[in-house]
């Protein structure tokens, strides 16, 4: 669904709560404290603009509610019809759409509410449920790179080392033909890389493939390892003596994310850095999808509402 025809369906605040009911409710409207099946709709006789046109009213408990009560759209006055757009533009952008772009396009008020309206569309496309890489028999690429920690001083010579540890790691896995994962990580010691290899790649994998890191073997138990394949990105880009080992599948998903970071977003934080990747992560997987927007709605529905008291807490202080 593209932004024209989200705009014809979406016109009005009740067109867009009722397609939130139906996807949220597709077997008839429940009520979200006791469950009970026997509600009424109840509509508004006055409406204004930071209120829904209709809510429920559930006769078992006697509770009133919305149908986006527990949903990452609770508490918000910003009109459903301009969520809906920016969920549109956001999966849409193929390098991503800053919140300053977002505030000019869809004439929201102020940059902090257009801020908080994208992280809050970002946490709604984690992906929890998750199979693993490579279960149907697929060749699965792992690589590494580094976001942030540009030097002020351009003209001091610093060693690789240290450039890198001005810089976070994003460890990448890419199936081919298949599905993304982006995972920020502390640091590329053998525990941290051997616990997201196991989690994350099936044991029925056909050929795990890396760069030639010191790491990676260490970080593989013995199937992976009788597995595991590499090239020398030193000397080469794909292995002479076997043209399917290489990593330029997974390569090409990270040119795509520090293109955006790089053209869209300038710079991130590396506060709300996973978040950034789970927008870049889901919207690669979903490129192919026609009912990606459809999608990312229901998460919406199905996510809980993220306060902006703690989008902006120090995570060292939790």
Request: with cysteine.
């Amino acid at each position: 669904m593209n932004l024209i025809q989200v705009t014809q369906e979406f016109a009005t605040e009740e067109q867009c709560l009722d397609y939130l009911v139906q996807s949220r409710w597709p077997n008839g409207v429940k009520c979200p404290i006791c469950q009970s099946v026997e509600v009424k709709k109840v509509t508004r006789k006055t409406l204004t603009e930071n209120k829904r046109p209709f809510t429920f009213a559930c006769q078992s408990c006697k509770h009133r509610f919305s149908p986006t009560m527990g949903t990452i759209f609770h508490g918000s006055h910003i009109p459903l019809k301009t969520w809906f757009m920016a969920v549109t533009i956001v999966m849409d952008a193929k390098k991503g759409m800053s919140a300053n772009q977002l505030k000019e396009h869809l004439n929201i008020g102020s940059y902090r509410t257009a801020w908080y309206m994208v992280h809050r569309i970002r946490k709604a496309m984690v992906d929890d449920v998750q199979t693993k890489l490579g279960s149907g028999y697929g060749t699965v690429e792992v690589d590494e790179t580094y976001i942030g920690g540009k030097s002020k001083r351009r003209r001091q010579k610093k060693t690789r080392v240290e450039l890198m540890a001005k810089k976070d790691m994003v460890l990448g896995m890419r199936e081919r033909g298949g599905r993304v994962r982006f995972f920020h990580v502390p640091d590329a010691k053998k525990e941290t890389v051997k616990a997201l290899l196991d989690r994350h790649i099936s044991t029925g994998a056909k050929r795990i493939v890396t760069d030639s890191a010191a790491v990676y073997p260490f970080a593989m138990d013995k199937d992976f390892q009788s597995i595991h394949r590499t090239v020398n990105h030193s000397i080469e880009w794909v292995n002479p003596q076997d043209i399917e080992v290489h990593t330029n599948t997974v390569e090409s998903a990270f040119s795509l994310l520090k293109r955006g970071i790089i053209g869209s977003f300038h710079r991130v934080s590396i506060k709300h850095l996973h978040r950034y990747l789970s927008e870049f992560e889901t919207r690669f997987n979903m490129r192919k999808d026609a009912d990606r927007f459809g999608q990312i709605v229901r998460r919406m529905l199905n996510t809980d509402t993220m306060e902006y008291a703690e989008l902006i807490a120090d995570p060292s202080q939790a």
